[in-house]
């Protein structure tokens, strides 16, 4: 009989020899909470496949901005859901917008103590629910889109925001972007590209959470094609060129590899976005008592810091961080 050389089970035989040996470690700090924000409620409304994740009133938002802060969680994205749609999405860059009110309140309630980042988007805006302007053949403009970006960016650094996100995938949107902001004197407005977004099928309960529903087609002809990981890094470094000071991968778990590569290929801060549908998998499973959501979330999150990633977006934000406390 032989026996093994090297006993790899040496060092996992206690829980604080496996602390000492981690690789990886999860804390508040890489959290990064997706929270909506509806005109016109006067509750805060659930949003039935993502459980546990609501549409906020302006005020609710706010307490679920300081909840967030109190158990160490550094960072909220923020989304829109307007009462009026038109087919530009001019609700998107307007004062008065959702989005700007928002940004508004939490600059005078959390001030310095939250990262605020505001998704730059106009699906949750326009009447056809496509990211951008639609030209006459029912494809997204490109160009004429980056105009109403480069609108709304103002609207959302002079409403407060600390990062700008464009998540359009629109060729050019954070050049656009950045010169937009530097000609009105927001230079120290950040950017946070959602470089490498993938054209997924994940994102079907946040549809839900944004009252969107794309009137005809798809996202396949702006968003990537999951069969590529090359591009990705096409895309990575164009945003960095472009003036991105952060890059983002979404979604993450079927995306690991891309966070990989990224990640050995740019030192800008790095971004993954655990989207609705990895969110409410493992929320379905858990209520049916499948799985144990918990630990399945713990897990899922860390790995996606194991590949690579600085900082994670998850619906999962709050509850980690308590169990962290
Ligand atoms: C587009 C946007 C989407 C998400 C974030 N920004 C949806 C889409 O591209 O259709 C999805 C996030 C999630 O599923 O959690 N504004």
Redesign the pocket.
């Known amino acids: 009989m032989s026996f093994p050389q090297r006993r790899l089970r040496r060092l996992r035989r206690s829980p604080a020899l496996r602390r000492l040996v981690a690789e990886t470690s999860l804390s508040p700090d890489d959290l990064v909470a997706?929270l909506f924000v509806r005109e016109g409620i006067t509750e805060p409304q659930p949003v039935l496949s993502l459980p546990g994740v609501v549409q906020h009133t302006t005020d609710s938002l706010v307490e679920e901005v300081k909840a967030l802060a109190g158990v160490g969680v550094p960072a909220v994205i923020l989304f829109g859901v307007p009462q009026i749609k038109d087919d530009i999405g001019s609700q998107a860059w307007s004062a008065d917008g959702v989005m700007q009110v928002a940004l508004r309140a939490l600059r005078d309630s959390v001030g310095a103590d939250v990262v605020v980042m505001a998704?730059l988007?106009v699906?949750?805006y326009t009447s056809h629910g496509h990211?951008g302007i639609l030209a006459t053949d029912g494809s997204v403009d490109n160009d004429a889109t980056l105009e109403i970006y480069a609108k709304a960016a103002i609207a959302q650094a002079s409403a407060g925001a600390d990062i700008i996100a464009p998540?359009?995938m629109m060729d050019g949107q954070v050049a656009a972007i950045r010169s937009a902001l530097d000609e009105t004197g927001h230079g120290v407005t950040a950017i946070l590209a959602y470089s490498a977004k993938y054209a997924s099928s994940?994102?079907g309960?946040?549809?839900e959470a944004v009252d969107v529903t794309i009137q005809s087609g798809d996202?396949k002809g702006y968003?990537q094609d999951w069969r590529n990981s090359r591009e990705a890094l096409a895309e990575v470094m164009l945003d960095v060129e472009e003036g991105a000071d952060m890059v983002m991968v979404k979604p993450a778990m079927t995306y690991l590899d891309v966070v990989c590569r990224v990640r050995a290929a740019v030192d800008v801060s790095l971004g993954a976005?655990h989207?609705?549908?990895e969110y409410a998998m493992i929320r379905a499973a858990a209520e049916r008592g499948w799985i144990d959501g918990e630990s399945v979330a713990l897990e899922q999150i860390t790995a996606v810091k194991r590949a690579g990633a600085d900082f994670v977006l998850t619906y999962f934000a709050k509850g980690l961080a308590r169990s962290m406390q």
């Open positions: 997706p998704d988007c699906d949750e990211c998540s359009g994940l994102y309960p946040f549809r996202r968003q976005y989207v609705s549908g």
